[in-house]
């Protein structure tokens, strides 16, 4: 019944590393969101995607970058890992247009350290 | 900026019931968000309020005012699966999602 896959939970990387998140949904949604969560502050949007090949910065796009290669599948990369992106790492994903509640299915989160 | 308050931990008695509110200062309004996340879990979806008034689901009910930038979220009949986080976001004129911090409820037998 898994609708919104990440595929780590759990990963140690070492600063300067290139690190791939990925995350696929089996909705047909339109929507792919990445946001991070972090200790004492609300979900920060770090990309989005309304659909195939598009992709919109979020409020912090920096160090990081996106891939929507195909629908159901959105990536995020990190060129260089560093200490301060140590987070947990949401995937969202929603039906598209405007209007209605659009509400959003998350992954279960991958967990990211940065030695 | 752009704001949404909401208190960080809220201790409540199983069988009670709790109300967590939720302020906000947006650009724009356009529909206020509760979630509900588990400790290590992915955020699952609660409510959804746009227009004034209660909107109510089972034990859990939502409540919004948009004149004064203020929702609540009322949990009835609480069992110790309700421990878990809630989070509010308000989603603003350009149709994005600002999310409060959340506030922690526990509940003790």
């Known amino acids: 019944d898994v609708k919104v896959t990440q595929s780590s939970r759990y990963l140690v990387k070492r600063t300067g590393e290139k690190v791939f998140l990925e995350c696929v949904q089996d909705?047909?949604?339109?929507?792919m969101f990445w946001y991070r969560q972090d200790p004492g502050l609300g979900l920060r949007l770090i990309y989005f995607?309304?659909?195939?090949?598009?992709?919109e910065k979020g409020d912090i796009p920096e160090g990081y970058s996106v891939s929507r290669e195909k629908k159901e599948r959105f990536s995020l990369i990190l060129e260089s890992a560093s200490t301060n992106q140590t987070s947990m790492y949401l995937c969202?994903?929603?039906?598209?247009?405007?209007?209605?509640?659009?509400?959003?299915?998350f992954g279960a989160g991958s967990r990211l350290t940065v030695l | 900026g752009q704001n949404i308050d909401q208190p960080t931990e809220m201790t409540a008695t199983e069988g009670a019931i709790v109300q967590i509110n939720c302020t906000y200062q947006?650009?724009?309004?356009?529909?206020l968000f509760w979630y509900q996340q588990h400790a290590g879990e992915a955020p699952t979806f609660l409510s959804y309020?746009?227009l004034d008034g209660l909107e109510e689901k089972g034990r859990f009910s939502s409540f919004l005012s948009r004149s004064k930038g203020y929702s609540y979220l009322l949990l009835k009949e609480l069992q110790m699966k309700d421990s878990a986080s809630y989070l509010c976001?308000?989603?603003?004129?350009?149709?994005?999602?600002?999310w409060g911090a959340g506030t922690k409820l526990i509940i003790k037998p």
């Open positions: 976001a308000v989603r603003d004129s350009n149709y994005q999602l600002i």
């Open positions: 909705m047909d949604h339109e929507n």
């Open positions: 969202a994903s929603s039906t598209g247009g405007a209007s209605g509640a659009n509400v959003l299915t």
């Open positions: 995607s309304y659909d195939v090949k598009m992709k």
């Open positions: 947006t650009s724009g309004f356009n529909g």
């Open positions: 309020n746009v």
